[in-house]
């Protein structure tokens, strides 16, 4: 067989049937060596050097970077030119996009076609001249891609770890993880992990759970998010967290705070972890608070990247975030979804993050790592449970209230009534508790001058946790329809929750005859 020289690594003139190019593909990715004549074909008719020479650089052609794919190639044969495209791209038909596999870059079909494979060519036969000599011209081979049958196409697109490439007649996006976990030395995370939860062991043994889950069950979204803070900076949260990153890979990322206001999220595709870095809780906490329980709990995502078609994929991104203020993110009372840290003392020695980095930046550690989290015992952690509660929740919810909110967080305490002893003495009788009202009735007590309007009233009795009696409903309170507010904690809320709306408005009818006030807002009852 004779096979032209060219300088032009794109430019193929062989016909693919005078060589069996896959066969030499599998011997070079078992890791052959060319110029071994031990590791080479030995059958008789083992293909020559120059033979083989050919077949890797079509073999280089074939899995080049992608940045080498669109230099332009011409192809002699049609066939040849199809099967390179099946093997390079895939159409996928909800999307109504092509994708490239190497790595996973998305086109919409007319740019793809006219703009960044236009100059992909394929040799064509036109006819013969008038002396019976055959007339070829070269076409994009892109266009009449789309028109084959044959081509490569799946249904959609999708994201799931732990999944083959190709998962439900879908094509799955998710890349694999770069290590392969094997037993080590893992004593560099095992004394950070000590030092940053010194004083709390059920929330180290929480916060490893949390890790070590999604590795032990691929494509588990957990519905809580972490956040860790601390006064002092350079406690080692942050390096912490870059080794569970390395676990990932290319699966996890970082972003600023900025990313998460940002109308393009191309940081969310193709993740399972996701690092919020330095979050200080700028602009309105409140807005991004909404945005933030979406990410933490839907169970799709859209992606929005600049000039690219819309995805809606699997959401299987766990949050995890880092701040040094203790209060990043508005908290309403009742939260579920965020388990607060905070980290106190001051830092270790330099010296233990010098080796710290070393042992996260090793192969060996991250392998170690990996093994480590897979055989984290997990028993007792629930991926859907809300998050437990820790001292450091409270207080960045306590910070997130507003004034008329913290009034009425604590109005179950301020409240006094008539003792039955003594109609003309106020009390705090046990088991005598006033905890029924409208919205009204509160915004008179909290502003005489009505300057505040009865939703937001409303807004914040929910904000701090209150629920309305009925489910919600209209219950007849002196031959007026009122929604009623149950202004009580714990077993009392759930108690006046179970009642009829008759036992609700019997209830309401003692409390209002007996009914003081004593206001944290102006010290004084009315």
């Known amino acids: 067989m004779n096979f032209p020289n060219s300088s032009n690594d794109f430019e193929l003139e062989l016909n693919p049937a005078e060589l069996d190019v896959e066969a030499h593909e599998r011997w070079l ?23 083989l020479q050919e077949a890797e650089r079509r073999f280089q052609a074939r899995h080049a970077k992608p940045q080498d794919k669109c230099e332009g190639r011409k192809f002699d044969d049609a066939k040849f030119a199809f099967e390179t495209f099946n093997k ?30 236009a100059n992909w060519l394929y ?50 996006l998710w890349r694999g993880l770069p290590s392969i976990p094997k037993k080590g030395d893992v004593s560099p995370w095992i004394e950070l992990l000590d030092f940053l939860f010194a004083d709390g062991p059920e929330e180290r043994r929480y916060f490893a759970q949390w890790l070590a889950y999604p ?58 972890f996701i690092i919020g870095n330095e979050v200080q809780g700028g602009r309105d906490k409140r807005k991004i608070i909404e945005r933030l329980k979406l990410l933490i709990t839907s169970p799709t995502s859209w992606i929005n990247e600049k000039f690219k078609p819309a995805l809606e994929l699997p959401n299987v991104a766990n949050f995890v975030f880092t701040s040094n203020n203790p209060d990043p993110f ?104 006033v905890t029924l009202f409208t919205a009204k009735e509160l915004l008179e007590q909290w502003d005489s001058d009505k300057k505040e309007k009865d939703r937001n009233v409303g807004n914040a009795l929910h904000n701090v946790g209150y629920r309305k009696a009925n489910g919600g409903k209209p219950i007849r309170l002196a031959g007026r329809q009122e929604r009623v507010w149950i202004v009580a904690h714990g077993d009392e809320a759930k108690r006046l929750l179970a009642l009829s709306p008759s036992q609700i408005a019997e209830e309401y009818a003692k409390q209002q005859s007996n009914r003081y006030f004593i206001s944290t807002k102006e010290n004084s009852h009315v």
Not at 88 to 112: G, Y
């Open 29 to 51: 990715e078992a890791g052959a060596e060319q110029d071994d004549p031990e590791e080479s074909f030995v059958d008789p008719d083992a293909p020559t050097a120059s033979e």
């Open 88 to 117: 390079l791209f895939c159409f996928v038909i909800k999307e109504n996009a092509v994708v490239r596999l190497s790595d996973f870059a998305m086109f919409k079909p007319e740019t793809f076609a006219a703009t960044q494979y």
């Open 123 to 172: 040799k064509q036969l036109d006819g013969k001249d008038k002396d019976g000599k055959e007339q070829f011209s070269y076409r994009p081979v892109a266009w009449e891609w789309f028109k084959r049958a044959d081509r490569n196409q799946l249904r959609s697109v999708t994201y799931a770890p732990g999944k083959s490439q190709v998962h439900d007649n879908m094509l799955n």
């Open 215 to 272: 590795l032990q069950h691929p494509g588990t979204k957990l519905r809580t998010a972490i956040c860790l803070h601390s006064h002092e900076q350079g406690m080692g949260k942050n390096i912490l967290l870059e080794a569970v990153e390395h676990v990932y890979g290319a699966n996890a990322t970082e972003i600023g705070e900025s990313q998460l206001y940002a109308e393009f999220n191309s940081w969310q595709l193709g993740r399972q």
């Open 330 to 433: 508005y908290l309403a009372d009742g939260d579920r979804r965020f388990w607060i840290w905070e980290i106190k003392g001051t830092p270790l020695p330099s010296s233990f993050y010098t080796r710290f980095r070393a042992w996260k930046n090793s192969k060996e550690g991250i392998a170690a790592l990996y093994y480590h989290l897979l055989h984290v015992d997990c028993s007792g952690f629930n991926p859907d449970e809300r998050a437990p509660m820790t001292e450091a929740k409270e207080e960045m919810i306590e910070a997130s209230r507003t004034e008329l909110e913290q009034w009425l967080y604590d109005l179950p305490g301020t409240i006094l009534y008539k003792s039955s002893a003594d109609p003309f003495s106020l009390s705090n009788e046990k088991g005598k508790p």
